[in-house]
């Protein structure tokens, strides 16, 4: 592909990624809200406990080929064939044996009512592996336009539903209804995003010759899952199952951000650069400007957050998620290392380096688990100290994976990083001023975080444009020939 097209091509699947996860955010927020409001903290926390097992049946049965459709340069429909039969199959079983393992998994956390909740969302695994490969191939092709409509259509459909049911007095099980329809919605809208009709073949060879790929990929995705949701067990067996839900609101929050922000970059960063895994210098180039755009709007967003989630969490899901808040202050504290991992992960597997992708999580993991387990018993808070505490000590080596495996050393990096680090911590500095005055003239409500929202951004640009002015014009300097070129051109008159 033409430098010129792809540029192109990564240009609109960024707008159409933003307009997806944007959309999808804001819609999350409102129905979550309103969820907030009716569920417990324990019907969240017993939710939470299910779904992990959910979602790591969910990874080993799309078994990283989802990941090898995408970056295939050929196309290969024998190979695509061969992974939805292997994706399906593989469904059927772990979905199979989530079910039957349930009641060992509600003994392990000590909460026995998750048994029947944990099978109820086990049938959805053989389910959602309908959709995967459809999925990937619709990507490959940056068809981030189809996946941007299918989104938003299972997110509104899902959320009304458990809003219904939630209403209705279900309590836990509203959640499952809405796992249950985005599913079962999502594999129709992915076969008509990319009405490919998988044929009954399945060759052995293709898929042993990606097999070390997807191996690996798989492996290493079950560990990113235990890395970011092994505190919820934790937390569940040793502290309360109403713990882990303040804990999910919590997290919930940074989710929420880093898929308004960084995601839609990193989900596009694979595609493109996946196309580049052959040019070293444009791909380490490339490379930068996505980590320096990611930077841009993670940085002070989880930033804020960190200050503003005393006003942002009360008002959003109600005085009863309090306890989140002192969760969440903590957690935003990993802004720096939060944005990087995002796209070493994302590099490293275009490039078809998963062996790295994979000793970087499962190092991640062992330390999260046992730091976890060493904060438990001073509570919740500690917890989340111990995940932030981890993201800072695994840091160094992430910057030595990202030079070894992508050329792309420290300080390039420092150099796409640390102008909107600074405006950041010059935003934090003025918000930690002036929210007590704010607090005494406005109070609590929409209007104050409105203002303060304003104030913090317009403290952040600011002091990006006047101490990086250089910076901020060369990545303009990229995005505007992009933005032209997107633009129709003028009929004559």
Not at 96 to 120: C, F, K, M, N
Not at 245 to 274: C, D, H, K, N
């Amino acid at each position: 592909m033409e430098s010129s097209e792809l540029k192109h091509k990564t240009f609109h699947a960024v707008i159409w990624a933003v307009v997806r996860i944007g959309a999808t955010n804001l819609l999350s927020v409102v129905l979550f809200a309103v969820l907030a409001r009716v569920l417990s903290p324990r019907d969240v926390g017993v939710f939470a406990l299910a779904i992990l097992v959910i979602d790591v049946a969910r990874v080993i049965a799309s078994a990283g080929l989802s990941d090898a459709i995408t970056r295939d340069k050929r196309g290969d429909a024998v190979l695509a064939d061969t992974a939805f039969w292997a994706n399906l199959g593989l469904g059927c079983i772990v979905g199979g044996l989530a079910w039957l393992l349930a009641p060992l998994y509600g003994q392990l956390v000590d909460q026995p009512e998750i048994t029947s909740v944990l099978r109820a969302l086990a049938v959805l695994v053989p389910v959602s592996a309908l959709s995967g490969i459809h999925t990937a191939r619709k990507l490959r092709e940056f068809g981030h336009k189809a996946i941007a409509a299918r989104a938003v259509a299972c997110g509104l459909l899902g959320g009304t539903a458990a809003v219904a049911a939630a209403i209705a007095g279900w309590g836990v099980w509203s959640l499952v209804v809405q796992a249950a329809i985005v599913e079962t919605v999502g594999i129709v809208f992915a076969w008509q995003a990319y009405p490919w009709r998988p044929r009954l073949r399945f060759d052995m060879t293709r898929l042993t010759e990606v097999g070390a790929f997807s191996g690996t990929m798989l492996l290493t995705q079950v560990s990113g899952l235990f890395l970011t949701r092994i505190q919820d067990v934790v937390i569940g067996r040793y502290i309360s199952v109403a713990a882990v839900g303040s804990y999910r609101i919590a997290w919930r929050m940074i989710e929420l951000i880093s898929q308004a922000t960084i995601q839609p970059i990193v989900t596009v960063s694979f595609v493109t650069l996946a196309h580049l895994q052959d040019d070293k210098e444009r791909f380490g180039n490339a490379l930068l400007r996505m980590v320096g755009l990611g930077a841009i709007l993670t940085l002070p967003a989880l930033s804020g957050f960190g200050v503003l989630s005393g006003d942002i969490i009360p008002l959003l899901f109600g005085a009863r998620w309090e306890s989140s808040v002192a969760i969440a202050q903590v957690l935003s504290l990993m802004a720096v290392p939060f944005c990087i991992n995002h796209f070493l992960v994302s590099a490293l597997a275009a490039i078809g380096r998963p062996g790295s992708i994979a000793k970087s999580t499962g190092v991640q993991t062992v330390a999260a688990l046992g730091l976890s387990l060493l904060a438990a018993p001073f509570g919740v808070q500690w917890v989340a100290a111990a995940y932030v505490l981890r993201a800072y000590l695994m840091l160094p080596y992430h910057l030595h994976l990202f030079r070894r495996d992508t050329g792309v050393g420290l300080m390039p990096l420092m150099r796409a990083v640390m102008p909107p680090f600074l405006a950041s911590q010059a935003m934090v500095g003025v918000l930690l001023l002036a929210v007590p005055r704010l607090h005494e003239t406005l109070g609590h409500g929409i209007a104050f975080l409105a203002v303060a929202v304003l104030l913090g951004g317009t403290v952040f640009v600011g002091a990006l444009l006047l101490f990086a002015g250089h910076y901020v014009r060369s990545n303009l300097a990229v995005l505007v020939p992009l933005w032209r070129k997107a633009r129709p051109p003028l009929v004559a008159r």
